[in-house]
């Protein structure tokens, strides 16, 4: 593959968010990666918070795509660095909340101790998420 | 996930033959499919984070899944084999007993599965996703159909 643009060029693209079925998302991930991984060196990519937690978020989505436990989709290796990230990751999650829902409930309520879902709204993967975005407003995380 | 790839995880499929029935969503997970459930993800997590049947065990065991059912109006049986005025379901384990997947048996005798956060299949056979992902069928339980 013959990349023309400088390296800053790719890796400051402001991707669209224009995807309009999972495998188009998928590709922009892919093709995201792939950038990152041409050039960026290993140091940037453990510095820089929103390289890290892409890269952790799309190996954990890829390996934890036909599990149906939550308990062992929040306990993959890249799961739980993304936790490890802290406060950092919590900005980082609830954006990635706002375009397309996740099991993130673990993994927000791990760093922050909260927990802004009502009984009633357990289990409904729309109603959690919503919950946890009007929590981030509420905190200034959005 | 594409057909593909579903294939490549659960190779009996090939032979058989299945179809993807629904978009891929995570609005609920195998369990509650097979409970005919759409709307809400079941889990007995230790966080509380999502439903359980308020009197069943959050434990990730046969039992506690059985008696998540039994609670709408399962019993365990032991044939798979489609029942005229029975509707059926079968919970998978892996090698420490513990549930991995749940699948719903439709009016054709086929079986219907959510695979994990992806689509639903339509399935000919128990078997045709039993290995590496979920298994075998630990458990079939069976109650009459709604009139």
Redesign the interface.
């Known amino acids: 593959m013959i990349l023309t643009c400088p390296p800053y060029y790719y890796s400051n693209i402001e991707m669209v968010d224009t995807a309009v079925c999972?495998?188009s998302e998928k590709m922009r991930e892919e093709y995201t990666r792939m950038i990152e991984h041409y050039f960026l060196p290993i140091s940037t990519q453990q510095s820089n918070p929103e390289t890290r937690f892409l890269t952790l978020k799309t190996q954990w989505e890829a390996d934890?795509?036909?599990?149906?436990?939550?308990?062992e989709?929040a306990m993959h290796p890249a799961y739980q660095q993304i936790i490890g990230m802290g406060h950092t990751a919590i900005r980082l999650i609830l954006l990635e909340m706002k375009k397309r829902?996740?099991?993130w409930?673990?993994a927000l309520?791990s760093i922050t101790g909260e927990?802004p879902?009502l009984p009633e709204q357990?289990?409904?993967?729309?109603e959690?998420t919503r919950a946890w975005l009007l929590w981030g407003k509420e905190h200034n995380y959005l | 996930m594409s057909g593909e790839e579903i294939e490549k995880a659960f190779p009996n499929l090939q032979i058989t033959g299945y179809s993807i029935t629904s978009p891929a969503t995570l609005e609920y997970n195998c369990i509650a499919w097979a409970a005919g459930e759409s709307q809400s993800w079941w889990e007995p997590d230790p966080l509380s984070l999502y439903y359980w049947p308020s009197n069943t065990p959050r434990q990730y065991t046969a039992e506690a899944y059985k008696k998540a059912y039994e609670n709408i109006g399962y019993a365990v049986c032991n044939n798979p084999a489609y029942e005229e005025g029975f509707e059926k379901i079968a919970i998978y384990i892996d090698i420490h007993g513990k549930p991995t997947h749940a699948a719903r048996q439709l009016i054709s005798g086929n079986w219907t599965s959510k695979l994990g956060q992806l689509e639903d299949i339509e399935h000919v056979a128990l078997d045709d996703i039993a290995g590496q992902y979920y298994g075998s069928v630990g458990v079939i339980m069976k109650r009459p159909k709604e009139k």
């Open positions: 999972r495998e934890t795509a036909l599990l149906s436990s939550v308990t989709i829902p996740g099991h409930f673990w309520k927990d879902v357990r289990g409904r993967i729309k959690m």
